[in-house]
T-cell receptor
Framework: DQQVKQNSPSLSVQEGRISILNCDYT??????FLWYKKYPAEGPTFLIS?????DKNEDGRFTVFLNKSAKHLSLHIVPSQPGDSAVYFC?????????????FGTGTRLKVLA | DVKVTQSSRYLVKRTGEKVFLECVQD?????MFWYRQDPGLGLRLIYF???????EKGDIPEGYSVSREKKERFSLILESASTNQTSMYLC???????????FGPGTRLTVT
């Protein structure tokens, strides 16, 4: 049972345009969400996060939107650059027995075309 | 500069061997995690630890065990490696639930 879903395995975007990566979740107990970027042969690196008390968080070219009623979040990258080409994972967090864990989506491979 | 290091980048082992994957973090983080990454499946949590000598099963703990004797070190053990454990293994640490996880570079394990 995949609690965090990224239904688009890949996405291609022209340089300078907007990239929109989507993520859906099923567990209403998730209350903190993160996006990571992963290059080949490297570990994921943190991009941006959002708490469930907000509906938007912005950091430079990256903006994350959260729609709690739809259990949907999206990452917008504007403008897209060739260096943004990577696999993007969304992750959701909930408390578990006094501690916590993250559930990751399956990833979306973004290719930004020069 | 925060750092999570993993003992090997690439490892080849035979079926039935006992395999140790080591992870060390230098950030004094309480929480450490082991994931495996497989194509089309994303990152799946194997085990995590929120304190020294404490461990919790993740979503796919079968065939694995862990050890956390010191705060900075979290080891993943494959008691008897099997071919379906061929994967990329990623270690991570975090300060707190509302802070990001820092990942190591990963160990690509091949079991033949």
């Amino acid at each position: 049972d995949q609690q965090v879903k990224q239904n688009s395995p890949s996405l291609s975007v022209q340089e300078g345009r907007i990239s929109i990566l989507n993520c859906d979740y099923t567990n209403s107990m998730f209350d903190y969400f993160l996006w990571y970027k992963k290059y080949p042969a490297e570990g994921p690196t943190f991009l941006i996060s959002i708490s469930s008390i907000k509906d938007k968080n912005e950091d430079g070219r990256f903006t994350v939107f959260l729609n709690k009623s739809a259990k949907h979040l999206s990452l917008h990258i504007v403008p897209s650059q060739p260096g943004d080409s990577a696999v993007y994972f969304c992750a959701a967090s909930s408390e578990v027995s006094g501690t916590y864990k993250y559930i990751f989506g399956t990833g979306t491979r973004l290719k930004v075309l020069a | 500069d925060v750092k999570v290091t993993q003992s090997s980048r690439y490892l080849v082992k035979r079926t039935g061997e006992k395999v140790f994957l080591e992870c060390v973090q230098d950030m004094d983080h309480e929480n450490m995690f082991w994931y495996r990454q497989d194509p089309g499946l994303g990152l799946r949590l194997i085990y995590f630890s929120y304190d020294v000598k404490m461990k919790e099963k993740g979503d796919i703990p079968e065939g694995y065990s862990v050890s956390r004797e010191k705060k900075e070190r979290f080891s993943l053990i494959l008691e008897s490696a099997s071919t379906n454990q061929t994967s990329m293994y990623l270690c991570a640490s975090s300060l707190d639930r509302y802070y990001e996880q820092y990942f190591g570079p990963g160990t690509r394990l091949t079991v033949t």
